[in-house]
């Protein structure tokens, strides 16, 4: 999974929410009503920064038109392992924006994905004194307890709840949370499945799992057909890609078996736990029938469709 993409995609779609949250120690008493936030340009950068530069680093300028209160740059990036973290680098990065944006409000932010010890602050000096003091706000994702976010109207916050802290029983809760909030908090219906694969992507719900939070949560979920439509079509999706990669590779290997319990996984996903009668039609059948079910898997209303003779 590319983290680093997956975090500046956020941040670009939802920058004003993706401060509140990732940098809201500086950016919660901001006048946001009448600020203007802008991306810094890529290739501008490029330019002046050469080799320094990450494409995945995401500066964004908050302007203010009206003239209450001067620019300010933030420098956000995402690092996944917080072990290959380089202060140094970072405090490059923002003197340089600083210099070519002619600027001295900048805020640098970091992003942790996983725990792990990072440095906090950079100082160089000598005997008598620092001469120069370089430190950086991190949101370290996996500390933050997830039950502080559970009805969070951030939709940046409702969507890493699942790479927030939480006890394992409260996974699934967790889970429904971020899909009710993506349900609830974005109308627009193409980025509703973008972020239901980006929750998906990171919650990594088991099948057990997955059936159970649609017998426990989404029943009673107030979003109950929004969050139907983003699912059944991002994991049709899915499906689909797992299906025709899992079928070409039993194929090649000649495996009956290995068929067989690709089929059963895609059935589970789809209609829940499998009867007994199911499972004994999966364990007999012929590699010729396993291929006519497995195409039929995501297209059928129901299992006795997908299952019947021919």
Not at 152 to 168: E, G, T
Not at 181 to 204: C, H, M, P, T, V
Request: proline letters at 4%; one cysteine or more; hydrophobic letters at 40%.
């Amino acid at each position: 999974m590319n983290h680093d993409q997956n975090f500046k995609n956020l941040i670009l779609d939802y920058p004003r929410q993706a401060l509140e949250f990732f940098a809201a120690a500086e950016a919660g008493a901001l006048a946001w009503e009448t600020a203007r936030i802008t991306p810094v340009r890529q290739e501008q950068v490029q330019e002046r920064l050469g080799e320094r530069f990450r494409e995945l680093d995401t500066p964004l300028l908050v302007e203010w038109p009206d003239g209450r209160r001067a620019a300010l740059l933030f420098v956000v990036e995402e690092e996944t392992q917080p072990g290959r973290f380089s202060i140094h680098r970072l405090a490059h990065y923002c003197l340089d924006l600083a210099e070519l944006l002619d600027t001295e409000r900048v805020v640098p932010v970091v992003i942790f994905l996983r725990s792990g010890a990072h440095p906090d602050e950079l100082r160089l000096g000598g005997e008598q004194q620092v001469y120069l003091r370089f430190h950086y706000l991190a949101c370290d994702l996996s500390r933050l307890p997830a039950t502080q976010y559970l009805n969070s109207a951030n939709l940046v916050a409702r969507l890493n709840l699942v790479n927030m802290a939480y006890a394992p029983e409260q996974r699934l809760e967790v889970y429904a949370r971020a899909q009710d909030g993506l349900a609830g908090l974005e109308s627009n219906w193409d980025q509703r499945l973008k972020y239901a694969d980006f929750i998906d992507g990171y919650a990594q719900l088991s099948e057990t799992e997955w059936a159970q939070y649609r017998r426990e949560y989404l029943a009673d979920s107030d979003q109950r057909e929004v969050i139907m439509g983003m699912l059944s079509y991002s994991r049709k999706e899915g499906l689909q890609q797992g299906l025709q990669q899992g079928l070409q590779q039993g194929l090649q290997q000649g495996l009956q078996q290995g068929e067989a319990l690709l089929l059963r996984r895609l059935l589970i996903r789809r209609f829940g736990p499998l009867p007994e009668w199911a499972e004994r039609r999966l364990t007999d059948a012929e590699p010729a029938q396993l291929e006519r079910w497995g195409e039929r898997v995501l297209e059928a209303a129901t299992l006795e469709a997908v299952l019947a003779d021919g």
